[in-house]
């Protein structure tokens, strides 16, 4: 058989190169068949921690929405992992919560089996397996952080299992604002007092300048034998008194027509919004 004849038939069952546009043309064809398709779901939250001398400080905002409406004014996101360990979760509200819950109990386990104090290494390799094998599905963007044998400690957890160890983190929707100030004002070897003004100061950035996050500032305080819980530890939103009175008196709408009421078994649920963080 000649070279070219190779060569033809070699080419006849390559791949062919460059971009596929077949979707695109069949996605085009069902929007003007008028169906309708699942847009990327926006979370807000703004969460972070940092470390100090004797400890470490985690910060987070307090407010869940669903979609474009606020659920929760006064959402718990610093979640507790162990005596030492603390977690902060962005992301899905139910996601976030059973996922802390599930390490929580295993860390309690562990700690039964051996009869020592959990270590945050054990806690982070927990997380980061349990999300790699969802491949992203679980919607839980956490910081993890602790003291322990070793000292503090500090990640971040993403939902796809990668992880980092850094000084200062932070993550959710308002992350660059939080970011910025931690960058800013950062420095090694903090005292207590000024670890916590800075988390303080960069969770109310995040609220400030992220429309998904607000309500208040929660800051939780790990220390060597020791944990303090600020819930609030500072109000930065809100809620403004009405200007005029909206009380009508009874009677002012006028009944053009009256009909019995519906039972909920004959309702249908046609659209659901999710809790975000």
Do not use: W
């Amino acid at each position: 058989m000649s070279a070219t004849i190779v060569d033809k038939l070699l080419a006849e069952d390559a791949i062919p190169s460059g971009f596929s546009f077949d979707n695109c043309r069949r996605n085009a064809f069902m929007e003007k068949q008028g169906i309708t398709f699942p847009t990327a779901r926006k979370t807000g939250t703004t969460i972070c921690g940092v470390i100090y001398k004797d400890g470490v400080v985690l910060g987070a905002d307090t407010r869940a929405t669903g979609g474009s409406i606020v659920c929760d004014l006064n959402c718990e996101k610093i979640h507790f992992i162990s005596d030492n360990i603390y977690c902060c979760g962005a992301g899905t509200a139910a996601d976030t919560e059973f996922t802390t819950k599930m390490v929580s109990s295993r860390m309690e386990l562990l700690k039964l089996r051996t009869g020592r104090e959990g270590r945050v290494i054990s806690a982070l390799r927990m997380l980061k397996q349990y999300l790699f094998r969802y491949q992203g599905y679980i919607s839980a963007a956490l910081v993890l952080g602790g003291v322990d044998v070793t000292g503090p400690a500090l990640y971040t957890v993403y939902p796809h299992g990668s992880t980092a160890k850094l000084p200062y983190v932070t993550m959710g929707s308002g992350s660059l604002a939080a970011m910025s100030v931690f960058e800013d004002r950062f420095k090694m070897d903090m005292t207590e007092d000024e670890a916590k003004a800075l988390v303080c100061d960069a969770i109310k950035a995040g609220i400030t300048n992220d429309l998904g996050s607000g309500s208040n500032v929660d800051i939780t305080v790990i220390r060597k034998g020791s944990v303090q819980v600020f819930r609030p530890y500072e109000v930065v939103c809100t809620k403004s008194q009405r200007q005029g009175d909206y009380t009508f008196p009874r009677g002012t709408t006028i009944v053009t027509s009256s009909a019995e009421m519906v039972p909920f078994s004959a309702l249908q649920v046609t659209d659901e919004e999710v809790m975000e963080l």
